[in-house]
């Protein structure tokens, strides 16, 4: 019944800001522990976590995005959005957002994913 969405553009040029919103809708869920974050997906590769931001408002980073990416979340906690810095063609993914309801994992929903290809 709930549902995550991304938007935002499919083509990004290199050294371009890569801007992503995922919009939860279709129904409630309650959690007293929650985050909404972002994996990516290059062709080929496997999964690679993003970063995540939880239920106080605090964000957390991979290693390999910390100094280009930041997740935010707005006031209804609706949608929350991602932002990745200085693209370049490696940044060529499936971007899909989810929103985990549970500290461990357990019970999470999956946006559709989509495809953010980098080039000019």
């Known amino acids: 019944q709930v549902v995550l969405q991304e938007s935002g553009p499919g083509l990004v040029k290199p050294s371009q800001t890569l801007s992503l919103t995922c919009t939860v809708s279709?129904?409630?869920?309650?959690?007293?522990?929650?985050?909404f974050g972002w994996i990516r997906q290059p062709p080929g590769k496997g999964l690679e976590w993003m970063g995540a931001?939880?239920?106080?408002?605090?964000?957390y980073y991979s290693p390999s995005f910390r100094s280009r990416a930041y997740i935010s979340g707005d006031t209804s906690e609706n949608k929350f959005s991602l932002h990745l810095a200085s693209v370049t063609a490696e940044d060529t993914a499936v971007y899909t957002c989810?929103?985990?309801?549970?500290?461990?994992?357990?019970?999470?929903?999956w946006g559709r994913g989509t495809q953010v290809t980098v080039s000019s």
């Open positions: 989810r929103f985990t309801l549970d500290p461990n994992g357990q019970d999470v929903l």
């Open positions: 279709g129904g409630s869920r309650t959690a007293e522990y929650y985050s």
């Open positions: 931001i939880i239920y106080d408002g605090s964000a």
